[in-house]
């Protein structure tokens, strides 16, 4: 069920597109990149959501079992989704993701519990609206627990704009293109 | 236990709708289905409606059908409160492109406000 949904009229950004590799403030080394379809990162990624603490689940994602996980997986790394990961060696330590939504893109984020607060989600998020303004995505909207204050601020931060406070949870947006330029 | 199971057009209505019949076939649930015009939503009134007939059949289940007007939310607290029925039924919500549970602004008005128990289906 798609519906109106309200993006703010400037553009964010730029965002520098991955591979970004950056030292987190727990002295890890960490490269942000693009998803690359294999099934070694799909495994890994499948071992991290499988470690993942339910605590920081989202409106019921990520799920928590194998068999789950897998069939969410398979949604969220389609061939139109755009995905990027956040690497401490083979280890995925985040990852965050773009899925297509009629004209505009729905975000999400996780970081896996040992990573939090180390820095890693802010660069996730830049990666993948870099990787997104790349590659020609205009809008992007996400849903947060209005209580999530690391949450709210680190996409406000971002350039993120509150556009629905209706509902339980918040919606928010972010424009990256106003669609006249292709590319460039 | 009498039951006031309020559904829309939305497919987590439809889910909801072949739950609750099932469960009240196993309970011996006395059932009644208030139809939602909630507008926007991908099946019409009348689609609703030929739903809930055909499950009702299907399952030998004989249940009242009332349709709400108004606001639905507030519509389905009343009617379950002053009516004496014991648990409101209701579809779990519907899923964003990313897989993210949704409800719906009757879910969380209900939610909020019921003193009635409130079964969301999943």
């Given at each position: 069920m798609s519906r109106n949904r309200r993006y703010p009229d400037e553009i964010a950004g730029p965002f520098e597109s991955p591979p970004v590799t950056f030292e987190d403030r727990d002295g890890r080394e960490i490269e942000i990149r693009a998803h690359d379809?294999?099934?070694?990162?799909?495994?890994?990624?499948?071992?991290?959501?499988?470690?993942?603490?339910?605590?920081?689940?989202?409106?019921?994602?990520?799920?928590?079992?194998?068999?789950?996980?897998?069939?969410?997986?398979?949604?969220?790394?389609?061939?139109?989704?755009?995905?990027?990961?956040?690497?401490?060696?083979?280890?995925?330590?985040?990852?965050?993701?773009?899925?297509?939504?009629?004209?505009?893109?729905?975000?999400?984020?996780?970081?896996?519990?040992?990573?939090?607060?180390?820095?890693?989600?802010?660069?996730?998020?830049?990666?993948?609206?870099?990787?997104?303004?790349?590659?020609?995505?205009?809008?992007?909207?996400?849903?947060?627990?209005?209580?999530?204050?690391?949450?709210?601020?680190?996409?406000?931060?971002?350039?993120?704009?509150?556009?629905?406070?209706?509902?339980?949870?918040?919606?928010?947006?972010?424009?990256?293109?106003?669609?006249?330029?292709?590319?460039? | 236990m009498r039951i006031l199971l309020g559904i829309g057009g939305a497919d987590d209505s439809l889910q909801a709708l072949a739950r609750t019949v099932e469960r009240a076939v196993e309970a011996g649930d006395e059932l009644t289905v208030a139809i939602i015009d909630e507008g926007g939503t991908e099946r019409s009134v009348e689609e609703i409606e030929s739903a809930v007939t055909e499950t009702l059949e299907e399952n030998g289940v004989d249940a009242e059908i009332r349709y709400v007007a108004g606001d639905p939310g507030s519509k389905l607290v009343d009617v379950a409160e002053s009516e004496g029925y014991d648990r409101i039924v209701l579809g779990g919500g519907t899923t964003s492109p990313m897989g993210k549970i949704q409800l719906g602004s009757t879910a969380e008005f209900v939610l909020l406000n019921s003193h009635v128990s409130v079964t969301l289906v999943r």
């Open positions: 379809g294999s099934d070694e990162e799909y495994e890994a990624l499948a071992s991290m959501y499988d470690a993942f603490d339910p605590a920081d689940r989202a409106q019921g994602i990520p799920p928590s079992e194998e068999r789950r996980i897998r069939e969410w997986l398979d949604n969220i790394l389609c061939v139109e989704c755009l995905n990027v990961v956040a690497w401490d060696g083979d280890t995925a330590a985040g990852h965050a993701t773009l899925v297509p939504d009629g004209d505009a893109y729905e975000l999400a984020i996780f970081v896996l519990q040992a990573y939090q607060e180390a820095g890693i989600g802010t660069h996730l998020m830049k990666g993948l609206l870099g990787y997104g303004a790349e590659s020609g995505v205009e809008k992007v909207w996400l849903t947060v627990e209005r209580w999530n204050k690391a949450a709210v601020g680190l996409y406000k931060k971002i350039g993120f704009e509150v556009s629905d406070s209706e509902s339980f949870e918040m919606e928010m947006g972010i424009r990256l293109s106003d669609g006249s330029d292709e590319g460039g | -």
